[in-house]
């Protein structure tokens, strides 16, 4: 049953520190995306990668947050410094692009973050 | 640019009650529509899709018609059960088939005994 990775499920940090979330996509996948998920702003799309070539992060604040794909079973996104404000559920969702009756991403299960 | 419109929430019903969840979409192109559902604490599932007008998607007794008249996917259930109580999230998928998905804004639906 292919499903998507992440870690960790929670994270409990102080102010200031960084924070390294990661997810395993599914094999074979060729799009990973990572999303935000707050009570006031819903699911927000941070970054997504297209055969792991960055092509969209104008979600995310450069200044504090970069997302990577190392190699194609692996995807990251970091924080540093971390702050209060980014207290969220992040998740990382995976799929297949190009052509019609594709384009379904599968999610995971998500790490919730809490920033003190 | 494409945008996703659904019904406010929380949905509130009694058990075997009939559902339906509005969502109107925005879009140049033909894009696939689809309805994702979030359990408490977990992420978010591929409820069912459709591709192309007219076409209607089905699964776990949810049912939803891409109507590309009224610009709309509405999701249906004829009997709602308590297990149902969850996020639904409507979305369609860029044209540009990049596999990028707009997501709508969730529709909370609580199902009582």
């Known amino acids: 049953d292919a499903r998507v990775t992440q870690t960790p499920r929670h994270k409990v940090t102080e102010m200031g520190q960084e924070v390294t979330m990661r997810c395993q996509p599914i094999?074979?996948?060729?799009?990973v995306f990572w999303y935000r998920q707050t009570m006031m702003q819903g699911l927000e799309l941070l970054a997504y990668?297209?055969?792991?070539?960055?092509?969209?992060d104008s979600g995310m604040p450069k200044d504090r947050f970069s997302a990577e794909m190392p190699d194609a079973t692996l995807a990251t996104l970091k924080i540093q410094p971390s702050e209060p404000r980014d207290s969220a559920v992040y998740f990382c969702?995976?799929?297949?692009?190009?052509?019609?009756?594709?384009?379904?991403?599968?999610f995971g299960a998500g790490t919730r973050l809490s920033v003190l | 640019g494409d945008s996703v419109t659904q019904m406010e929430g929380p949905v509130t019903l009694s058990e075997e009650a009939c559902l339906t969840i509005?969502?109107?979409?925005?879009?140049?192109?033909?894009?696939?529509l689809f309805w994702y559902v979030q359990y408490p604490g977990e992420g978010l599932q591929l409820l069912l899709k459709?591709?192309?007008?007219?076409d209607k998607g089905s699964n776990k007794g949810f049912e939803a018609t891409y109507r590309k008249e009224t610009t709309s996917f509405h999701l249906e259930k004829g009997s709602v059960q308590v297990s149902d109580s969850a996020v639904y999230f409507c979305a369609l998928s860029e044209p540009s088939n990049t596999g990028k998905l707009i997501f709508g804004q969730g529709t909370t639906l609580q199902v009582k005994p």
């Open positions: 509005n969502c109107t979409y925005t879009a140049t192109g033909y894009p696939s």
């Open positions: 459709a591709t192309k007008a007219d």
């Open positions: 094999l074979g996948h060729n799009t």
């Open positions: 969702a995976s799929g297949f692009s190009g052509g019609r009756g594709r384009n379904i991403q599968y």
């Open positions: 990668f297209r055969n792991r070539a960055p092509l969209d």
